[in-house]
């Protein structure tokens, strides 16, 4: 959703670029010119993730895969992925990927208080591509400062690496506080890290999850990113942090896979989907 105006939305999708409307939702228009195609395929990449630039939403990233792998050559399926930058509201757009040794990138963050400055984090999984076969082709964190035209690995605990990432946002008044989970794809990994964070830009991390389990999904309160809502591997239970996932509190239900949210301004509010379908609501932080 546009920052700005809330009329123009983005939608990705699985293999037809982006939609877009300024009117609520009322029409939409398809949004591809840019993404590209490999040779032996037709269909554009996945789009995993959207992002715009607070400071100017006329700037968009997509964070897209299609197979784990390089960037080149042509010939692979990973070559059509990676990052994509859009600088005229997603009219046109174009592939960023100098730096990344894989372009399986499921999400990617811009700093709001640095719009040049920018995340892609790529998953660890068996690579598609014929010369790396049944390999795992690692993922990790990559950071840009020219707006994704350069962009250089960030320092993981060891491991962490060949694990997918399924959550992560971009926290705290000076937008330094990364957060992430990983976990195992199938059997191509062989240890699942569930929650990792930095709060220093990514320059140092811990790996802290609740005793016996792993985080899955996650939210991290925005005016203080030391409070943190996660499920859990199990379903058993919502995690609670309120110093930045060192430690953990089990409590309200099992949410089983689900996905919460928190308020913007009241981190008791949370909305999440529940293991018996629909949405939810809790107000008092899930007591």
Known sequence: IDPIDPNVVYVGTEANGVFKTTDSGKSWSRLRIGFKCTIAQSFFPQIFDLAIDPSNPRILYAATVNGPGPSSPVAYPSASAGVYKSTDGGATWEQKNSGLASTYVTTVLVDATRSNRVYAVVGGLNATCPTQANTITNGGVYVSDDGAETWSPLTLPAGVETNIFIGANLRGSDQRTLSLSGQVHNTDAPTAYGFVRSSDGGVSWTVSNPTGEKVSEFDVFTPDPNIVYANV???????????????????????????ARIHPRNSQVLYYTSGGGGISKTIDGFE
């Open 233 to 259: 591997t199990s379903g058993r239970r919502v995690q609670r942090s309120g110093d930045g996932g060192a430690t953990w509190r089990a409590i309200g239900p099992s949410i089983f896979f689900g996905i």
